[in-house]
């Protein structure tokens, strides 16, 4: 069964510095999101993306977070500057056009010290 | 507006019980209410969902009750076995937009 591949799976990384995660949707979907997942808290909205474009965006998603799809395959969220309230689990996920079921990747841990 | 309800924070349910998590939402505008299972280290699995214009849909021993006037929705597991020990996420959504979730069940079903 096709899946959302994340990578990488766990990342450390200084306070300040950037980091880059990267994910591999279902080949033919087209809308793509990142949620993020807090340790012990509920899954929450980053964003959306369609059309080469974000469709939506939470306010959790602010000038720090970037997204790009910069190949057919591949969507990245850019962190430009680590803080250690951005320590979580991303997840990235994808959906067919015009189906409402979204299809969660692993996860990508983030741990900022 | 945007936010959905769960309930219990935790469940513990002998081996055959049955498991039952609650939730509730206030936008109207939602039209799909899926609900997710997540292993510890994994990322949320769809389990089953429902439309609104249902009141119930069963997929083997998930069930899922819809009251579209009182705006809540419940997951039944029925013979609740130790594998199926998760946590488990109401969410909801309208078309094309953010899926809103509940702030997650941990279910353990004891042998």
């Known amino acids: 069964e096709p899946e959302v591949t994340q990578t990488p799976s766990h990342q450390v990384t200084q306070m300040g510095q950037e980091v880059i995660l990267r994910c591999v949707p279902i080949?033919?979907?087209?809308?793509f999101y990142w949620y993020r997942q807090i340790l012990g808290q509920k899954v929450e909205f980053l964003v959306s993306?369609?059309?080469?474009?974000?469709?939506?965006k939470s306010e959790i998603f602010d000038d720090q977070f970037s997204v790009e799809r910069p190949d057919g395959s591949n969507f990245t969220l850019k962190i430009r500057s680590t803080k250690l309230e951005d320590s979580a689990m991303y997840f990235c996920?994808?959906?067919?056009?015009?189906?409402?079921?979204?299809?969660f990747g692993e996860g990508s841990w983030l741990t900022v010290v | 507006q945007q936010q959905v309800k769960q309930s219990p924070q935790s469940l513990i349910v002998q081996k055959g019980g049955i498991s039952i998590i609650n939730c509730a939402y206030e936008?109207?505008?939602?039209?799909?209410f899926p609900w997710y299972q997540q292993f510890p280290g994994k990322g949320p699995a769809l389990l089953i969902a429902?439309?609104?214009?249902?009141s119930e849909k069963k997929e083997g021993r998930f069930t899922i009750s819809f009251n579209k006037s009182a705006k809540q929705f419940s997951l039944h597991i029925m013979d609740s076995q130790p594998g199926d020990s998760a946590t488990y996420f109401c969410?909801?959504?309208?078309?094309?937009?953010?899926?809103?979730f509940g702030e997650g069940t941990q279910l353990t079903v004891n042998p």
């Open positions: 996920a994808s959906s067919r056009l015009g189906e409402n079921t979204i299809y």
């Open positions: 080949s033919n979907h087209l809308y």
């Open positions: 993306f369609y059309n080469n474009e974000i469709s939506e």
């Open positions: 936008n109207t505008a939602f039209d799909y």
């Open positions: 429902i439309r609104p214009d249902v």
């Open positions: 969410a909801a959504r309208t078309s094309g937009s953010r899926l809103t």
